[in-house]
């Protein structure tokens, strides 16, 4: 059971952070509101959440060796993650104007990326700073990706 809920805690908090940070970031480059970053927060802790869960419940199903008991486990456990970890974002949202959060937000979540990345790469017995360099690298391309796509939409549709 514990490996199962391991693997969903995993998921839904990396997508948690990844995920939230991505909407945060284009939203603001495309719309400078802070109430439609806080809906985009918002729905992705719920849709996203309920979504990701669905998608560890198929995956963990589709592996032969779990039990019905250890995929509710990685499904609660995902949508959990995610659900939490995602609203943590509205904190600085709600709090400081929308650049201040965005550098607050992105310093959290490249935190908790870092520690969670840490503690993986100390249960697999491999050098966390090339376990944490690579998860934060993915997280900043998603950052500067939706960044860029986020001024183009607010260039062509402004």
């Known amino acids: 059971m514990k ?28 719309t400078h509101s802070k109430m439609v970053i806080i809906g985009g927060i918002i729905s992705i802790a719920i849709a996203d959440a309920f979504s990701d869960a669905l ?26 993650a995610k659900f939490f970890f995602a609203l943590t974002f509205v904190i600085p949202v709600l709090l400081f104007d929308n650049f201040t959060a965005i550098i607050i937000s992105t310093i959290w979540g490249f935190l908790l990326l870092a520690i969670y990345s840490f503690h993986l790469a100390k249960r697999q017995k491999t050098k966390p700073y090339k376990v944490i360099t690579e998860h934060l690298l993915i997280a900043l391309l998603v950052i500067i990706i939706t960044q860029l796509v986020g001024q183009w939409i607010d260039k062509i549709f402004n």
Do not use: C, D, P
């Not at 039990?67 to 499904?75: E, L, V």
């Open 3 to 30: 490996l199962a809920i391991r693997k969903g805690f995993s998921f839904g908090l990396t997508s948690g952070v990844i995920t939230t940070l991505g909407i945060m970031v284009g939203l603001n480059a495309s």
């Open 55 to 80: 998608g560890i419940h198929v995956s963990v199903e589709s592996e032969a060796k779990y039990s019905r008991k250890q995929i509710w486990g990685a499904t609660f456990s995902t949508f959990l």
